[in-house]
């Protein structure tokens, strides 16, 4: 099975990076359906999900965050069909192990998003990185290392979107948030973006068919 949300982030990612890309990647959404709802194991599901890109390599940049919406689909559809205590168990263990390097950090943020879904409260860039990253506390440093260009630049919520597209262009290359920066910033300032916002987004992107699948995978989790 595919979760609602998940489906309609498949659609809305791959027509983002149809409309402002130069490959027709729309043409896949039944293709990744197939994958996505398929009864496989969850690394059956990884590598038929990777055999995708790999023929179509148009796609590889973004590879990865369709691996952390096949996870988020795990999470919410797949493993109702386990044992509940399933992700306490050895073979998860092993499964986390060996996909330990796949994957972006656009996975805690879909995390978040369901949580606020659950807890019926809207998504904030302060509670995302406080209350869920915890990243002031002490033994959660690895985040705050992580997240530091997103810490240290919060008061852009407040900014034009040109302005977050600038300082986007300034994050460090090896930063694991230099890709999210843009797309992330801009959904946090404004989770209900219409048509009007999306198009300003899209004009100061930093690399238009990405930010814009980004950001429709988020628009799709609210």
């Avoid at 972006?104 to 978040?112: A, C, G, H, K, P």
């Avoid at 240290?152 to 930063?175: F, G, M, N, R, W």
């Amino acid at each position: 099975m595919t979760d609602p949300k998940v489906r309609s982030a498949i659609t809305g990612a791959l027509k983002a990076f149809t409309q402002y890309g130069s490959f027709d990647a729309a043409a896949l959404i039944e293709k990744f359906d197939t994958v996505f709802a398929s009864d496989d194991d969850f690394l059956t599901k990884v590598d038929s999900l990777d055999a995708v890109f790999d023929e179509h390599p148009q796609l590889e940049e973004i590879r990865e965050i369709f691996f952390d919406m096949l996870m988020i689909n795990f999470f919410s559809e797949d493993v109702k069909k386990l044992e509940d205590d399933y992700l306490e168990t050895q073979e998860w263990e092993d499964i986390e192990e060996q996909t330990l390097d796949r994957g972006s950090e656009l996975l805690n943020l879909l995390l978040y998003l369901n949580e606020c879904e659950d807890e019926n409260i809207d998504p904030e860039l302060e509670d995302y990185l406080k209350e869920f990253l915890l990243v002031d506390e002490d033994e959660f440093q690895d985040e705050y290392r992580i997240y530091e260009p997103v810490i240290a630049h919060q008061v852009l919520i407040e900014s034009p979107v040109s302005e977050i597209s600038k300082v986007a262009k300034t994050i460090a290359e090896d930063s694991e948030v230099k890709e999210l920066f843009y797309p992330m910033i801009c959904f946090f300032q404004n989770p209900e973006a219409g048509e009007a916002e999306k198009s300003a987004i899209a004009d100061n992107a930093v690399n238009k068919p990405f930010d814009m699948a980004v950001l429709e995978i988020l628009l799709s989790f609210k």
